[in-house]
C-alpha cells in the first residue's frame, strides 16, 4: 500500500499543470506570439483575430520601417505569458492547432487585443471583434496609428516572394532581401510588401544575401529599409 501511495503521489507530482476536459483547456499560459499561445503542450490559435508576423516590419507612407511583430509578441507576453487562462476548443486549424476563444481573469483575450489595437479582427473566419477594431481604429490605439500591412497581405506576399526565389533554387522560406547601397554601402534589408522589394536585386557576389527573418538581418549587420 506504500509502495502504492508513493507511485500515485509521483505521478501527480509528475503531471502537467494544465487540464483539457472535452472542449476545454485550462492552465498556465506561454504565449509564442501576438495571437498563437500554448497551454501545456497544446498550440492555440486564438479564435478571430489576427496578429503581425514576429518578422513582419510596419511603416511606409512617411513612417520608418519597425519591427512591430515583433513589439507585438512582447506586448502580449507582458500582459498574459505565466498567467492562468481558460480555453473554449472552437475549432482545429490546417496546422493541428486549437482555435479557441481564450479568457484569463475572466477577459477575453481576442477582445482585448483587438480593442488595444495589438491585433486585428479576423473578418475573413469570424466578425466577433470587428466594434472592437472599429474602437481601436477610431482612437488611433496602437497598430492604427502607425503603418502597418495586414498580416494576412503580409504572408501574401512573402508566399509569392519565397516562391520566386524556390524557383531559383534558393533557400525554402527565406524570402528577405539584403542590399548594400552602390553609392553609400548601406547595408539595407527589405520585406516582401515594401515600396522597393521588388526592384531590389541580390548580388551575392557583391556581399549581398538572403535573410530567412528580420532579426537575423539585424544580427548580421543589416538595417531595415525605411519604406
Known amino acids: 500500500m506504500l509502495r502504492l501511495c508513493s507511485l500515485l503521489i509521483l505521478l501527480l507530482a509528475s503531471a502537467p499543470a494544465f487540464a483539457s476536459v472535452g472542449d476545454v483547456i485550462a492552465g498556465p499560459m506561454q504565449v509564442i506570439d501576438g495571437d498563437t499561445v500554448r497551454i501545456g503542450d497544446q498550440r492555440i490559435r486564438l479564435h478571430g483575430i489576427d496578429a ?100 494576412s497581405a503580409f504572408r501574401k506576399a512573402s508566399r509569392h516572394a519565397a516562391a520566386l526565389w524556390n524557383a531559383r533554387g534558393g533557400p525554402e522560406g527565406c524570402a528577405i532581401k539584403g542590399n548594400i547601397s552602390q553609392s553609400s554601402g548601406a547595408r539595407i534589408f527589405h520585406v516582401p510588401g515594401q515600396v522597393h522589394y521588388d526592384a531590389t536585386r541580390i548580388s551575392e557576389a557583391r556581399g549581398e544575401r538572403w535573410f530567412c527573418d528580420a532579426a537575423e538581418a539585424v544580427a548580421a549587420g543589416w538595417r531595415a529599409a525605411r519604406r
Open 52 to 151: 503581425p508576423e514576429r518578422d513582419q516590419m510596419c511603416g511606409g507612407a512617411g513612417v520608418p520601417m519597425w519591427a512591430c511583430g515583433e513589439w507585438i509578441s512582447g506586448e502580449v507576453k507582458a500582459r498574459y505569458d505565466g498567467r492562468m487562462a481558460r480555453c473554449d476548443w472552437l475549432d482545429t486549424d490546417r496546422y493541428g492547432r486549437a482555435v479557441a476563444r481564450c479568457r484569463v481573469g475572466g477577459e477575453d483575450i481576442g477582445a482585448a487585443l483587438v480593442r488595444s489595437g495589438l491585433a486585428f479582427a479576423y473578418d475573413r473566419y469570424s466578425l466577433d471583434y470587428v466594434d472592437e477594431e472599429h474602437t481601436a481604429a477610431e482612437a488611433g490605439r496602437g497598430l492604427h496609428a502607425v503603418g502597418v500591412q495586414s498580416p
